[in-house]
């Protein structure tokens, strides 16, 4: 099953995926109105725990930024103001040169998880959703690298458009991840490739860490990050999940 | 709502704001820390001393309460007491300026920002700083009642016995202008914590023994250090 939240006409309502008559998708809220998908606001589709983020997790993408694999997952954690829904705009500072997405696959958790071993890791996984997690690279220091000043941005984690129940998606490491940049491909990878998979992520993390439902594991992104500019529309897409989109634009639309 | 792995009683909830269970903390703002590194800030990995602040997150497993236990791993001797003021958000926080920063701020409170000792800070630290209790907190005071929090002195006792401290005019930046610094690049919202940094150097603690961090005008923060049950 695939679910969302929206906002529409003065409240917030679950949503759910809705063929609309000319063909196009649309979403059908709780109480049975149905809209067209540019008439809601959409928020993050579930109530965000913990975020915790992968970093250099795809061999191909380690290799683009010029990283050896590391012996240990590498993992840092994000604050809930950088969270964003669906359709939402994420703001590109002016004065930065490099500024990218990170398409990745999300992972759930459900249920309560500690000292989870890797077989039993996928029990406690609710479901998935897809990841855009903005980079600033200009703002790189070596200090707890990647900082939050790149990684921790307001409105620069973009979550859904779907929850995906665990239960629809049968094999997490065998998803294919797209993104275009104002339709042209610029990144595809496959979670085939993880270096730390799923499975080997809830094992390592709640050997320390208790998980909760609703923490989220951002599973790092592969090689074909690119530059993006104001009014650049970043589409990132994953087999069984849908499709995310952001629109990235300028200081003066924040008001700066 | 209730945070914490193993703190049934802590509701973050009262008036007139409600914690949120968000807690940043800042990394070698305490002269002393800053001092003890600098010799290799600027050969690798670092290339140069940091900038802008440098922050990390404590999330919601850590947090606990004054008296709560928190567990040593088996594999690990003392763990590191991160004695801090942590700055309890009033209003959202965004490019604050000199001039209201102050005004955002609606109370203090003590924070033991709990390290497992790690050989360097180039890599996020979340398996050394996210365990599950690490980040027991103390009660708010308004800000009311601290009208300058960058001349007071965190004082650690390890059973009793004074095992460190420091004056928080030893800070870097101080309370106001870390807002400002921080805000320049992320928001804070009503309820957020952000530390002002642990003092240095960090007094460490093993199992069996109890940390007090005391400061005047705000309440003792408690944590009985104690070994995994078998």
Redesign the interface.
């Known amino acids: 099953m695939m679910r969302s939240r929206v906002a529409f006409a003065g409240a917030v309502h679950d949503a759910t995926p809705h063929v609309l008559p000319d063909g196009t998708h649309g979403v059908r809220l709780a109480d049975g109105r149905v809209r067209a998908e540019h008439e809601v606001v959409w928020l993050p589709p579930f109530d965000v ?2 975020i ?1 983020a992968l970093g250099l997790n795809y061999a191909d993408h380690a290799r683009e930024l010029a990283f050896d694999a590391q012996q ?1 997952p ?9 969270v964003l829904g669906h359709r939402g705009v994420t703001r590109r500072p002016a004065d930065v040169s490099f500024m990218h997405y990170e398409c990745e696959l999300a992972v759930i958790i459900g249920r309560t998880a500690r000292r989870v071993s890797r077989k039993d890791a996928l029990a406690h996984v609710a479901g998935y959703c897809i990841a855009n997690d903005y980079a600033i690279r200009d ?1 790189l ?9 790149v990684k ?3 409105g620069a984690t973009v979550l859904g458009p779907w929850f995906v129940d665990a239960a629809d998606i049968p094999d997490p490491a065998a998803l294919e991840l797209r993104t275009t940049v104002n339709g042209t491909l610029t990144q595809r990878g496959n979670t085939r490739d993880l270096i730390f998979n799923v499975p080997r992520l809830i094992e390592y993390l709640s050997g ?5 439902a609703g923490d989220v594991i951002l599973t790092g992104t592969p090689e074909g990050v690119v530059n993006v500019m104001p009014g650049d529309e970043v589409v990132c897409a994953i087999d069984g999940l849908g499709r995310l989109v952001n629109t990235i634009a300028d200081d003066a639309t924040f008001g700066r | 709502m209730a945070f914490g792995h193993n703190c049934s009683g802590l509701q973050l909830g009262f008036a007139p704001y409600r914690l949120t269970g968000t807690v940043y903390g800042t990394l070698l703002n305490h002269s002393a820390a800053w001092d003890a590194v600098e010799g290799a800030m600027h050969a690798a990995p670092y290339k140069g001393p940091p900038k802008a602040p440098v922050l990390y997150v404590k999330p919601r497993n850590t947090l606990a309460l004054s008296g709560d236990a928190v567990t040593v791993p088996d594999d690990v001797p003392e763990l590191e007491v991160g004695a801090s003021l942590g700055i309890i958000i009033g209003e959202p926080a965004c490019r604050l300026t000199h001039a209201d920063a102050m005004s955002h701020v609606a109370g203090y409170l003590l924070v033991n920002d709990i390290s497992q000792p790690h050989p360097d800070y180039y890599r996020p630290a979340i398996r050394y700083k996210a365990r599950d209790g690490f980040c027991p907190i103390g009660s708010a005071s308004s800000s009311d009642a601290i009208p300058n929090p960058d001349q007071l002195q965190l004082r650690v006792l390890i059973d009793g016995q004074p095992a460190g401290g420091g004056s928080l005019q030893q800070m870097r930046r101080s309370v106001c202008r870390l807002l400002v610094d921080v805000t320049e690049f992320m928001t804070l919202s009503r309820g957020d914590i952000l530390t002002l940094g642990a003092v240095a150097p960090a007094p460490r603690a093993r199992a069996g023994q109890t940390v007090r961090i005391t400061c005047e005008g705000l309440t003792d923060l408690l944590t009985p250090f104690v070994r995994a049950a078998p």
């Not at chain 1, 590498?74 to 950088?82: A, I, S």
């Not at chain 1, 220091?141 to 000043?149: D, G, I, S």
């Not at chain 1, 320390?208 to 909760?212: G, I, N, Q, W």
């Open positions: 725990g913990t915790i240990e590498l993992v840092f954690l994000k604050g809930p103001g950088t703002y220091e070596n200090w707890y690298r990647p900082n939050l000043r921790n941005r307001d320390f860490m208790t998980l909760r």
